[in-house]
């Protein structure tokens, strides 16, 4: 049994914010720790191991009570079923990423053999997830904390998005960067499980995955989930197919 005080297999790495996630986490499982994290694979990709939680809500307690303060839901700590179609999807398909710069929002772009990459999440809880996934999995990346929907995506060649577009609120700000992102000519996928805020009009689909029957209820109650790309280059300056985009409510502007 491999019990984890901190980042698993980088003891001096680890910082605090990752022993306090950590704490009683454990693969294989011992006695049940519903508050605690477990290193386990998720069904679309079994080949890859993540820390997820026992009881997302009984985690979210604990962490609040250690920190001493309202923290966000953890929603990292859930293998979301738009991420796990993407990362399959990856997985599959190396060459979209092989020895490519990638923008991750999904955290498969280091298992399919990418050059180099950056995780990012504005939430520092899911910052210490992602390290000590990628350490877990002996996989080397990059985190950024920073919210980059306001940019073009940087200095990169690909970006991944799983499970992005899960509320109007975050749609409103992601399809603006998906719009200056595919205008510099980089590649974009995105997970979606159709929970309707991706317009069907603006994207292609290239692949939908099934969720087991027995484990439909774990991962949101989603048993489906599809890999798009934007169907057509969107200029932001409201050019030549602007349209979609400003028809269905969003603003294009860079």
Request: hydrophobic share 45%; proline share 7%.
């Amino acid at each position: 049994m491999k019990t984890y005080s901190g980042a698993p297999y980088a003891p001096t790495t680890h910082s605090a914010l990752q022993r306090r996630l950590l704490r009683n986490a454990s693969y294989p499982p011992r006695a049940v720790q519903p508050d605690a994290l477990q290193l386990r694979t998720a069904p679309l990709v079994p080949e890859v191991e993540l820390f997820l939680a026992e009881d997302p809500v009984l985690l979210w307690a604990r962490l609040e009570a250690d920190a001493g303060t309202s923290l966000t839901a953890p929603f990292w700590a859930t293998a979301w079923t738009g991420g796990q179609a993407l990362a399959r999807y990856v997985l599959d398909n190396p060459h979209i990423v092989a020895g490519r710069r990638v923008l991750d929002l999904a955290s498969a772009a280091a298992m399919a053999g990418a050059d180099h990459v950056i995780a990012n999440d504005i939430d520092g809880y899911a910052i210490a997830a992602i390290e000590a996934n990628a350490n877990a999995n002996g996989e080397r990346i990059v985190c950024d904390g920073r919210d980059l929907t306001a940019t073009d995506g940087g200095e990169v060649d690909v970006i991944l998005a799983g499970d992005c577009l899960y509320s109007a609120e975050i749609t409103e700000r992601v399809l603006p960067f998906v719009v200056r992102a595919v205008n510099r000519g980089l590649t974009v996928l995105l997970g979606d499980p159709g929970r309707g805020f991706a317009p069907a009009s603006l994207f292609e689909t290239l692949a939908t995955y099934h969720l087991p029957a027995l484990r439909v209820a774990e991962y949101g109650e989603h048993d489906q989930a599809s890999v798009l790309t934007p169907a057509v280059a969107v200029r932001v300056d409201q050019g030549p197919g602007a349209e979609p985009f400003a028809a269905a409510g969003y603003d294009v502007q860079g």
